[in-house]
């Protein structure tokens, strides 16, 4: 696990370097937490809030447009509608995001895709029990779409920044659904709100 997690960190540092040297314009970093509700699709499953927390760069591509990778540990947790029971799973994803900002203001859209490295599998929790659901698959790949809001601060290159988005699973998380038809698979969806602060 540890040798995974540092080929993923490795991953992410090589796009960020990448992407710097090939910005028309100073590079911009930062962290970002936030909350996620999480939903599986063509399942009988509810939305439940989990925690989402990572690092992102910014890089200009002129004035309007700008590119930027992120990597965030998201738990994603979903209530099944007839037991109470919850499934959680943790994912490393790493989403690569085109920016617009929208004329002089200070909002941007966005949107891109992104891939998803399950931690440990997936758990279905209930009160008094703990079972690892098997079969479960290590990558999955979604799209993400979104909105931002940028806050400047008082500290030279320094901002806060209000960001809502919505990612959809492209392919089935469950190896024991692969037969399932693609557009019935059981796939992620959900929506996140993060606030983040740019560092330097």
């Known amino acids: 696990m540890k040798n995974y997690c540092f ?7 090589t796009l960020l370097s990448s992407f710097a ?6 590079a911009h970093f930062g962290i970002q937490s936030g909350v996620g509700w999480s939903d599986m699709t063509a399942a009988a499953y509810s939305n439940k809030t989990g925690f989402v927390g990572g690092l992102f760069g910014s890089f200009n591509l002129g004035k309007q447009f700008s590119i930027q990778p992120e990597l965030n540990l998201q738990l994603q947790r979903i209530g099944y509608e007839q037991l ?12 690569i995001l085109v920016k617009y900002r929208l ?8 949107a891109g895709p992104q891939i998803g490295f399950n931690l ?7 009160e008094d029990s703990k079972e690892k659901i098997e079969n479960y698959k290590s990558i999955n790949f979604s799209g993400v779409a979104g909105i931002d ?6 500290s030279k290159d320094k901002s806060i920044i209000i960001k809502a988005q919505h990612y959809t699973g492209l ?4 190896q024991y659904f692969s037969l399932v038809p693609e557009d019935k698979g059981y796939r992620y969806s959900g929506f996140m709100l ?6 330097f």
């Open 103 to 110: 004329g002089l203001t200070r909002f941007s859209v966005f």
């Open 21 to 26: 040297q090939s910005s028309t314009d100073k």
């Open 149 to 154: 809001y940028k806050i400047a601060l008082p």
């Open 84 to 95: 109470p029971i919850v499934v959680e799973s943790k994912y490393i994803n790493l989403p």
């Open 194 to 199: 993060l606030v983040g602060l740019e560092i």
């Open 120 to 126: 440990g599998g997936a758990h279905a929790i209930s």
């Open 7 to 13: 080929a993923i960190v490795l991953v992410f540092a």
């Open 171 to 174: 392919t089935d998380f469950v």
